[in-house]
T-cell receptor, first 114, second 112 residues
């Protein structure tokens, strides 16, 4: 299995509080991604990174920010959590074309915003 | 923009039945196509992929052929097992961002 961990695995928080989710990889892959999974929507891209300090927005980026200060860590921050951000969040990594564009997914973080 | 449409589930089959899960896509250019599988409580795993027209991806008895003329990538398996019960996602690769666009997923339930 690809070495990807996500923390925390479960979190319950209240509306208006800041939340940070962490994705950590041991594979030294260049690309890292944050997706959210909601019923009826599959997975949707929030933000992605193509290198240290290089990030860009996905299709559902409003209310989220990211940072990547090291190759191995990609942080997702909800500055002020809302109930609409209740979801399961998946991190993924990829070597891009070098790896046939295959993405490897972490185990997910279940976030509940009350 | 890019989009992927999958048949709605759940799909319920008896063991050893034939499986088809339909997937069609809209994209600019020539995307790569993927099927991912998600078992209960787990993340997604790549099941198979195809990178150009007429390519056939296959793995664990599952197959899918990249059909450019019908913009489709239907998943098939000749004889399903109870252990195949999972959610299946069709996806395409945006070559610019190297990010995936997913369909909404199809839940497969296989009964003994």
């Amino acid at each position: 299995d690809a070495g990807i961990t996500q923390s925390p695995r479960h979190k319950v928080t209240e509306t208006g509080t800041p939340v940070t989710l962490r994705c950590h990889q041991t594979e030294n892959h260049r690309y890292m991604y944050w997706y959210r999974q909601d019923p009826g929507h599959g997975l949707r891209l929030i933000h992605y990174s193509y290198g240290v300090k290089d990030t860009d927005k996905g299709e559902v980026s409003d209310g989220y920010s990211v940072s990547r200060s090291k190759t191995e860590d990609f942080l997702l921050t909800l500055e002020s959590a809302t109930s609409s951000q209740t979801s399961v969040y998946f991190c993924a990594i990829s070597e891009g074309e070098l790896g046939g564009n295959e993405q490897f997914f972490g185990p997910g973080t279940r976030l509940t915003v009350l | 923009g890019n989009s992927v449409t999958q048949m709605e589930g759940p799909v319920t089959l008896s063991e050893e039945a034939f499986l088809t899960i339909n997937c069609t896509y809209t994209a600019t250019g020539y995307p790569s196509l993927f099927w991912y599988v998600q078992y209960p409580g787990e993340g997604l795993q790549l099941l198979l992929k195809a990178t150009k027209a007429d390519d056939k991806g296959s793995n664990k008895g599952f197959e899918a052929t990249y059909r450019k003329e019908t913009t489709s990538f239907h998943l098939e398996k000749g004889s399903v097992q109870v252990s195949d019960s999972a959610v299946y996602f069709c996806a395409l690769m945006d070559t610019g961002r190297r990010a995936l666009t997913f369909g909404s997923g199809t839940r497969l339930q296989v009964q003994p």
